[in-house]
């Protein structure tokens, strides 16, 4: 027997936020490399030029995230039964491989320039270009992150996530050019670029391992699986509930899977018991949203030694 559980009203409206907030990060990164790009020019500055690096891999990051939301958004088809909600975790992942790549060209770029000696001039347009990207970056990051929190959105978080990165690694390279200005230390440019490197590498590893998570399956929170618990045994006593096992979980995109194997007391018709199973079902989306809720029917004869319900 199944059946599911959607805890979120209006499943629309969600879909459309996440598709807006998609949409201003596309908008925000595509100008932002614009004027990183010209500062880049002006300046000679590589700590600059990676800056422009750094945005262009977010505008690409924020495009499949954009096209992610709106895929994952669509429902269940012929091919994909379970709907495509997976598409953000994927979305997510590739974001993160996005960051490494960027790294890796910022890597390059300040070795040869510490290898060949670093030209800069014209600062002072460099260091307000850099000022405006941080605070561009806080605000859509902020946006992001507090959509992704809403509709439970990983491509979201992950857009929002990088965004923050680049927010913080602006602020760094804002530091070292002021430095490099007032010491004439050149140097400090592309040492400042490699700094601003491996912070990215780290942000780029975390967003790929937490991704990868959802990608092989990995069981819902601790603290989740104790409310499915808590549920099934506080609602069993009454219902003719003997016990339950085989609890497993899972979650694509912001929707979690949920089954598990349910026994019955001897003389439960299996008109109650399907009805139990909505009860239960009806009750865990109450406390877990957008959950989906499979559960297997079994007579008490099978409950096994440690998963009788307590107190019975």
């Known amino acids: 027997m199944s059946g599911s559980a959607d805890g979120t009203p209006g499943a629309g409206a969600p879909g459309a936020s996440k598709l807006g907030a998609a949409g201003v990060s596309v908008a925000s ?8 790009l010209v500062a880049g020019a002006v300046t000679g500055s590589v700590a600059v030029l ?24 669509e429902p269940a088809d012929a091919d994909h039964l379970y709907g495509h909600e997976k598409l953000e975790n994927l979305a997510a992942a590739i974001e993160g491989v996005l960051i490494l790549l960027g790294a ?24 307000v270009v850099v000022a405006i990207s941080a605070v561009a970056n806080v605000a859509v990051s902020s946006l992001l992150a507090r959509r992704a929190r809403e509709t439970e959105s990983a491509a ?3 857009d929002a996530f990088h965004l923050r990165t680049d927010a913080a690694t602006s602020a ?12 004439g230390a050149r140097w400090l440019d592309p040492a400042i670029a490699l700094a601003v490197a491996a912070a990215i590498v780290a942000a780029g590893v975390r967003l790929v391992l937490r991704s990868s998570r959802v990608l092989v399956d990995e069981a819902l929170p601790p603290q ?42 001897a003389g439960t ?15 865990i989306g109450a406390r877990l949203r957008d959950t989906d809720v499979l559960i297997h029917l079994e007579p008490e004869d099978r409950v096994r030694p440690g998963t009788e319900l307590p107190g019975r």
Do not use: P, W
Request: hydrophobic share 50%; with cysteine.
């Open 29 to 36: 990164n595509s100008a932002l490399i614009v004027l990183k």
């Open 50 to 73: 990676t800056e422009a690096v750094h945005s262009c891999i977010d505008l690409i990051a924020s495009v499949v995230a954009f096209l992610s939301v709106r895929k994952a958004d």
């Open 104 to 127: 890796g060209v910022i890597v390059y770029e300040s070795v040869r320039r510490l290898v060949e000696g670093a030209r800069v001039h014209a600062l002072g347009f460099g260091i």
């Open 156 to 158: 979201l978080a992950g």
């Open 172 to 183: 760094a390279v804002m530091v070292g050019l002021v430095l490099v200005q007032i010491t």
């Open 224 to 265: 989740e699986m104790q409310l499915v618990r808590e549920t099934v045994v506080a609602l069993g006593r009454a219902h003719g509930v003997a016990g339950f096992h085989r609890l497993r979980s899972r979650r694509a995109g912001a929707r979690r899977y949920i089954d598990m194997h349910v026994q019955f007391r």
């Open 269 to 283: 018709t299996l008109e109650d018991a399907h009805e139990t199973a909505h009860v239960l079902q009806d009750a």
